[in-house]
């Protein structure tokens, strides 16, 4: 089980020192995003990237659309990372879903994690009469429908909205390959599991002392539900960055880079 799941997963580990920090891409994504962060933690500590099933390098045929039809199939393949490589109180970065995902994750397992540092995460993308996650419903379904029609035109109206920067427009380009490299069909179901959640219920339930990293301005996860989850999860900060845009571990990694390590270098019980 155990190469299984190394493989199965990609699973890549550099770096060396006694604690772990276990980085988990977000959606449309894989390890790669990583690639300007790492490098300020391999001294200190031993770094964990792994693909999602269906995402990256990871073994395509190991995909199941029963088990990925919600978020909890994604949480496992965390859990299964972790107990391959026997690691417990692991610090763990989760960029956008990643977030919920390390969040459910701890949940079933309060073992698992010692911090739990989201990127621009969301328990709930939908706008709703008293919440307000970003989305009508009908864009939602837009989204669904774009990536079902025409795959490519989507991944070319999305990466700029997310990306934000214009003023380096190679980085939305660069996010649109990432996108492009996606099977559309596994692509259209994790959009699905992912933007019809709903998991504010469960943000009470992390045990995990967390970091909430909000840009301040983000398209996709707004300030206003960073500011929901601060007030859910017990044992919880957050942080509105000096960055914009849904994936400031790509454009700002100095800045994303500091407030992690601020984070997983203080001691919040003293």
Known sequence: MTNDVIKRNNV???GSGEKTIVFAHGFGCDQTVWKNIT???EKEYRVVLFD?????????????TERYNTLHGYAQDVIEVCDAL???SILYVGHSVSGMIGALASIQRPDLMKKLIMIGPSPHY???PDYHGGFDREDIDELL????MNYKEWAKYL???AMMNEDRPHLSEDFEHMLYTNDPTIARQFAEATFTSDFRAELSSVPAETLILQTIEDAIAPVEVGEYMQKRIPDSELVIMKAKGHNPHISHPEETTEEIKRFI???RGA
């Open 12 to 14: 890549h580990i550099i």
């Open 159 to 161: 990466a700029p909205i």
């Open 52 to 64: 999602y099933v269906g995402s990256g390098s990871s073994d395509k045929l190991a995909y199941s």
């Open 265 to 267: 270098t203080e001691d």
């Open 126 to 128: 939908i706008n709703e």
């Open 39 to 41: 490098p300020s933690f």
């Open 145 to 148: 429908d774009m990536m079902e």
């Open 86 to 88: 026997d690691l417990h």
